[in-house]
T-cell receptor
Framework: DGGITQSPKYLFRKEGQNVTLSCEQN?????MYWYRQDPGQGLRLIYY???????QKGDIAEGYSVSREKKESFPLTVTSAQKNPTAFYLC?????????????????FGEGSRLTVL | GNSVTQMEGPVTLSEEAFLTINCTYT??????LFWYVQYPGEGLQLLLK?????DKGSNKGFEATYRKETTSFHLEKGSVQVSDSAVYFC????????????FGDGTTLTVKP
């Protein structure tokens, strides 16, 4: 079945360690996104990529890094510079805005990865 | 900038009650509007959407109408079920579709038997 796969589902990290969250999609979508979700809050955009080998910072990019070497994959690294990394991380994808045109933009989400810093 | 404001929760209803979750937005031009639902421990999934003024999105008994004059996209369901218990997010994407959705803070719905 087509979809988005995030791994691991749960991750524990010690302070000062970098961790990488995996996101893979087989929907043939050009655009991919990483969001952070904290309790009682909406989703905040960390990074997004609209095409391979290109990505842009979202609203809260500090302390995070990404790469987009393949269309299917958009891993997120949470670095030791991120002051409060404990959160639920959601990866999403969407068809290319250029192909779908404006007024679309539906997001397809993975199941999420819950990161806890000990 | 763009913003989405949802009614504060949590909302608790009895089974078969009528549901309204308010959503208003601020955006330039004509954004597309969405409702997403998140069940416990899962990611979000699209519930319904509307892409122009006066459009009505509907799915699984839920409805929402794009009202440009009041900049609103309220979610309604005539008779809720226990299985509707979840967090509901209102969201918009700008007309230029720069790829950056804006989400509300989410409203937690609990339906009791």
């Amino acid at each position: 079945d087509g979809g988005i796969t995030q791994s691991p589902k749960y991750l524990f990290r010690k302070e000062g360690q970098n961790v990488t969250l995996s996101c893979e999609q087989n929907l043939n979508h050009d655009a991919m996104y990483w969001y952070r979700q904290d309790p009682g809050q909406g989703l905040r955009l960390i990074y997004y990529s609209q095409i391979v080998n290109d990505f842009q910072k979202g609203d809260i990019a500090e302390g995070y890094s990404v790469s987009r070497e393949k269309k299917e994959s958009f891993p997120l690294t949470v670095t030791s510079a991120q002051k409060n990394p404990t959160a639920f991380y959601l990866c999403a994808s969407s068809p290319s805005p250029q192909r779908e045109g404006p007024r679309t933009g539906e997001l397809f989400f993975g199941e999420g990865s819950r990161l806890t810093v000990l | 900038g763009n913003s989405v404001t949802q009614m504060e929760g949590p909302v608790t209803l009895s089974e078969e009650a009528f549901l309204t979750i308010n959503c208003t937005y601020t955006a330039t031009g004509y954004p597309s509007l969405f409702w997403y639902v998140q069940y416990p421990g899962e990611g979000l999934q699209l519930l319904l959407k509307a892409t122009k003024a006066d459009d009505k999105g509907s799915n699984k008994g839920f409805e929402a109408t794009y009202r440009k004059e009041t900049t609103s996209f309220h979610l309604e369901k005539g008779s809720v079920q226990v299985s509707d218990s979840a967090v509901y997010f209102c969201a918009l994407i700008p007309y230029t579709n720069a790829g950056k959705s804006t989400f509300g803070d989410g409203t937690t719905l609990t339906v009791k038997p």
